[in-house]
T-cell receptor, first 110, second 112 residues
Framework: NAGVTQTPKFRVLKTGQSMTLLCAQD?????MYWYRQDPGMGLRLIHY???????AKGEVPDGYNVSRLKKQNFLLGLESAAPSQTSVYFC?????????FGEGSRLTVL | GEDVEQSLFLSVREGDSSVINCTYT??????LYWYKQEPGAGLQLLTY?????DMKQDQRLTVLLNKKDKHLSLRIADTQTGDSAIYFC????????????FGTGTKLQVIP
């Protein structure tokens, strides 16, 4: 049982490059989330989705886009990466209550 | 908006009790959670308490909730080196999208 799987786990980008992080869950969860984790700041919500085909902004959405074309997948895109987007990104999903997290994707923007 | 605060660091000796504190602002929270994050890993649910409870005990873990002061604590009895991790408290507002607000996390260091 895989749970929540994130790819890639590590990536180094140059300023201005684009990339997509993929999150896949096999628990048939309705709700999916993308967070970023920075030292001393906890987890901050970037975007979330309450179901297939729907997405919404969280507290720090600028510079990111998301899509949820299939219920099991939630993609996070960076169109033009900036050094301020250097962070660890976590995807999570839930049906109701407990969040299940992926192992994280460490992104460095030079 | 909602705000959840924790101290950033706690150091205890192996065998002692650890108490990690959290304050929150949203009085409409339905659940309050404690998550544990080990190095290089995602967060895992450790325990939770419903907002209509004062205390919950689960083996070495005791969660205390003071709704009047909006204060939540996690006590770990007989702390072991394997308890070294970052602990996050989180509140859930079971509104339209299961909104979860996390604290900044408390890094627990257990000294052998």
């Amino acid at each position: 049982n895989a749970g929540v799987t994130q790819t890639p786990k590590f990536r180094v980008l140059k300023t201005g490059q684009s990339m997509t992080l993929l999150c896949a869950q096999d628990m048939n969860h309705e709700y999916m989330y993308w967070y970023r984790q920075d030292p001393g700041m906890g987890l901050r919500l970037i975007h979330y989705s309450v179901g297939e085909g729907t997405t919404a902004k969280g507290e720090v959405p600028d510079g990111y886009n998301v899509s949820r074309l299939k219920k099991q997948n939630f993609l996070l895109g960076l169109e033009s990466a900036a050094p301020s987007q250097t962070s660890v990104y976590f995807c999570a999903s839930t049906r109701t209550g407990e969040l299940f997290f992926g192992e994280g994707s460490r992104l460095t923007v030079l | 908006g909602e705000d959840v605060e924790q101290s950033l660091f706690l150091s205890v000796r192996e065998g002692d009790s650890s108490v990690i504190n959290c304050t929150y602002t949203d009085s409409s929270s339905t659940y309050l959670y404690w998550y544990k994050q080990e190095p290089g890993a995602g967060l895992q649910l450790l325990t939770y308490i419903f907002s209509n409870m004062d205390m919950k005990q689960d083996q070495r873990l005791t969660v205390l909730l003071n709704k009047k002061d909006k204060h939540l604590s996690l006590r770990i009895a007989d702390t072991q080196t394997g308890d070294s991790a970052i602990y996050f408290c989180a509140e859930v507002d079971a509104g339209g999208y299961q909104k979860v607000t996390f604290g900044t996390g408390t890094k627990l260091q257990v000294i052998p």
